[in-house]
C-alpha cells in the first residue's frame, strides 16, 4: 500500500478504527500477492508469516487545525513502543511558547 493510499483511506472513513481497516487493507493486498484469501492469510502462523508480508505497524496521528489557536487544555500523553507503560509526556520543547 502507497502513503497515497493509505492517506485516502484516514481521510474517506471514520476515524474510529481506521488503524484496524489499514492493517486489513495492508494483509488483502499481501494475501493478494500470494493469490491467497485474507482469511487463509491470518491462519498462517506467525514464524511463516514473515514469508508472505513484512512487519506491519500503523500508527494514525490526526491534526486537528480547526483547533490550532483556540486556549484548550490537552493532556500530553507518550506511548513508547516494547514498553507496557502510558504516561504524561517529557516532551517539553513547546513548554512556555505561546502558541496563539
Given at each position: 500500500m502507497?502513503?497515497?493510499?493509505?492517506?485516502?483511506?484516514?481521510?474517506?472513513?471514520?476515524?474510529?478504527?481506521?488503524?484496524?481497516?489499514l492493517?486489513?487493507t495492508?494483509?488483502?493486498?499481501?494475501a493478494?500477492?500470494?493469490?491467497?484469501?485474507?482469511d487463509?492469510?491470518?491462519?498462517?502462523?506467525?514464524g511463516?508469516?514473515?514469508?508472505f508480508?513484512?512487519?506491519?505497524?500503523?500508527v494514525?496521528?490526526?491534526?486537528?487545525?480547526?483547533?490550532?489557536?483556540?486556549?484548550i487544555?490537552v493532556?500530553?500523553l507518550?506511548?513508547?513502543?516494547?514498553?507496557?507503560?502510558?504516561g504524561?509526556?517529557?516532551?517539553?520543547?513547546?513548554?512556555?511558547?505561546?502558541?496563539?
Amino acid at each position: 500500500m502507497t502513503n497515497q493510499e493509505a492517506a485516502e483511506i484516514v481521510n474517506n472513513y471514520p476515524r474510529a478504527g481506521i488503524a484496524r481497516r489499514l492493517l486489513k487493507t495492508a494483509l488483502n493486498e499481501a494475501a493478494r500477492k500470494r493469490e491467497m484469501r485474507y482469511d487463509d492469510l491470518k491462519k498462517v502462523s506467525k514464524g511463516i508469516r514473515r514469508f508472505f508480508h513484512d512487519d506491519i505497524t500503523v500508527v494514525v496521528i490526526f491534526i486537528d487545525h480547526e483547533l490550532l489557536g483556540k486556549n484548550i487544555a490537552v493532556p500530553e500523553l507518550s506511548v513508547r513502543g516494547f514498553i507496557e507503560a502510558v504516561g504524561p509526556s517529557n516532551f517539553s520543547i513547546l513548554e512556555g511558547t505561546d502558541l496563539t
